[in-house]
T-cell receptor, first 116, second 113 residues
């Protein structure tokens, strides 16, 4: 149980284009989903917290107009990187909380974004 | 400040040797603690969690961790490691009243033959 999927696993795009990454909880309802960014050999950096049906809450320093987050249902959240630039190249990981007060976060397998 | 500290950035060990990965937390983090493992180019997998109750927590893949309130530690241990345990390990805490995990910087465990 507690499986989270991400799609795509890898994406290469040209500078200036937009890329959408999907995060799905496969066997549980996720009231809250989280989006992280991870630079090589570093820990995870929380970008935003997403609650179903409401606007995402972004961490300080994260551009909300660049990283659009939509949490349309209890099993799906999307991250759209708009007008991507090479510095947006990174490993993006989502996680989902199962709604329990004591619940851990379950992580997706990550998406490697490369912007040329 | 709320923080989780992993004291070792890299831990090399030989196969079948015991290993301990250290994690200390600030008292404001406390309450709920987790260990995650990350294999190359993959997401994080939950190894184990401490929420309450017994201070010795057993997880998957033969790992266990002990919650020590007096030392504000939550060290991860395995009595005999395998080559396949080579990975990055993250300790994380969940401050009371928050839903945001606070991560340590990670420890790279390398198991050598």
């Amino acid at each position: 149980g507690a499986v989270v999927s991400q799609h795509p696993s890898r994406v290469i795009c040209k500078s200036g284009t937009s890329v959408k990454i999907e995060c799905r909880s496969l066997d549980f309802q996720a009231t809250t989903m989280f989006w992280y960014r991870q630079f090589p050999k570093q820990s995870l950096m929380l970008m935003a917290t997403s609650n179903e049906g409401s606007k995402a809450t972004y961490e300080q320093g994260v551009e909300k107009d660049k990283f659009l987050i939509n949490h349309a249902s209890l099993t799906l959240s999307t991250l759209t990187v708009t007008s991507a630039h090479p510095e947006d190249s990174s490993f993006y990981i989502c996680s989902a909380r199962d709604g329990s007060t004591l619940g851990a976060q379950y992580f997706g397998p990550g998406t490697r974004l490369t912007v040329l | 400040a709320q923080s989780v500290t992993q004291l070792d950035s890299q831990v090399p060990v030989f196969e079948e040797a015991p290993v301990e990965l250290r994690c200390n937390y600030s008292s404001s983090v406390s309450v709920y603690l987790f260990w995650y493992v990350q294999y190359p180019n993959q997401g994080l997998q939950l190894l184990l969690k401490y929420l309450s109750g017994s201070t010795l927590v057993k997880g998957i893949n033969g790992f266990e961790a002990e919650f020590n309130k007096s030392q504000t530690s939550f060290h991860l241990r395995k009595p005999s490691v395998h080559i396949s345990d080579t990975a990055e390990y993250f300790c994380a805490g969940l401050p009371g009243g928050s839903e945001k995990l606070v991560f340590g910087k990670g420890t790279k465990l390398t198991v050598n033959p």
